[in-house]
């Protein structure tokens, strides 16, 4: 069973792709879910990024492997569909690319995300407050909210201090 996790660190990113990728198949066994050959690989590019990456540039570098050279969307599109739908990486809606979640065996969860506009870095800002404090006001108006997307852009602070 997925554990609640409760990082509040926005600097803690995944930086080594394949203890990324073994705990993810660790997350797998326990949840009785199968990683792909073709899911590792997706998950890995992505946790190997240092920037959120769209499906099309999954796909050629699919592509590029040589025992992977006919790739089609939907097989990459399938791929990610897994990840996302068990908590694995996140889907940032406004620039449409995906990033790994730094705790893959955490239950799927809603972030804000901190995505700034120079050097396309992405920070998870797990914060339970704020997701919390979005759920109750839109419970408060009646609504009954399934899903939250709060991307904030701007530039990190590396960006800000070179503006």
Do not use: W
């Amino acid at each position: 069973m997925p554990q609640k996790h409760t990082c509040t660190d926005p600097h803690h990113h995944v930086h080594n792709a394949a203890a990324f990728v073994a705990a993810v198949e660790r997350a797998c066994n326990e949840r009785g879910l199968r990683l792909t050959r073709m899911r590792a690989r997706v998950l890995t590019l992505v946790a190997q990024t240092d920037t959120p990456i769209k499906a099309y540039d999954l796909l050629d570098k699919v592509r590029d492997d040589e025992e992977s050279g006919s790739a089609a969307p939907p097989t990459v599109y399938r791929a990610l569909d897994f990840l996302l739908a068990n908590g694995f990486i996140h889907k940032l809606e406004s620039i449409n690319a995906f990033v790994a979640c730094h705790h893959p065996n955490a239950a799927q969860h809603s972030v804000p995300f901190l995505i700034c506009n120079r050097c396309h870095s992405a920070i998870e800002l797990e914060n339970a407050s704020i997701v919390a404090s979005l759920d109750a006001a839109a419970r408060a108006l009646g609504f009954a909210p399934q899903a939250q997307t709060l991307e904030v852009h701007g530039l990190c602070a590396r960006c800000a201090a070179q503006a």
